[in-house]
């Protein structure tokens, strides 16, 4: 039925299979892409900018937490970051990241056990993600371009 509909409104049955063929990301290796990322963050900014600060806070969180986390949640974390550096878009090497990282547990726990001690850092943490949430809810309710 949907296949019909793609058929009848748009002249072609499979019209998302050969939209994809525009997604075509080049092999390419991790630091390669992260190299490439920071370049294009440093020469043009704003998307690219918050691509490269999302995955370089991602790392120093995995970093850090080599002592305070499990090492199975920083294995699964640590793949599930890499893993889509290895498929780069020529324009944007850290497209989609953010929308990747988000949900990696292990980088937001690491934050939050170094600021378990120190009340303020977390009240500053709780209002700063509050507030990130509420800016990205409206703007994803009002189809605004967030990632």
């Known amino acids: 039925l949907v ?3 793609w058929w ?7 019209a998302p299979l050969h939209v994809q063929s525009v997604w075509r990301p080049r092999f390419s290796l991790p630091w390669a892409s ?5 370049r294009f ?12 600060v999302v995955v370089v806070a991602a ?16 294995v699964f974390a640590a793949g599930a970051l890499v893993l889509p550096l290895f498929a780069e878009f020529p324009d944007r090497p850290l497209l989609s990241m953010p929308r ?3 949900v990696l547990f292990p980088v937001i726990w690491v934050p939050s ?4 001690r120190r009340p303020w850092v977390h009240t500053a943490a709780v209002a700063s993600f ?3 949430f509420g800016l990205f809810a409206v703007l994803f309710v009002n189809w605004q371009y967030v990632f």
């Open 113 to 116: 056990l170094l600021a378990e």
């Open 59 to 74: 790392i120093v969180a995995l970093v850090a937490g080599i002592r305070r986390v499990r090492a199975t949640y920083l």
């Open 8 to 14: 009848r409104w748009g002249g072609d049955a499979l």
């Open 34 to 38: 992260l190299w490439r990322g920071l």
């Open 41 to 52: 963050a440093d020469l043009y900014g704003s998307y690219w900018l918050l691509d490269a």
């Open 100 to 102: 990747f990282i988000c």
């Open 3 to 5: 296949f019909a509909g």
């Open 130 to 132: 509050a507030a990130g």
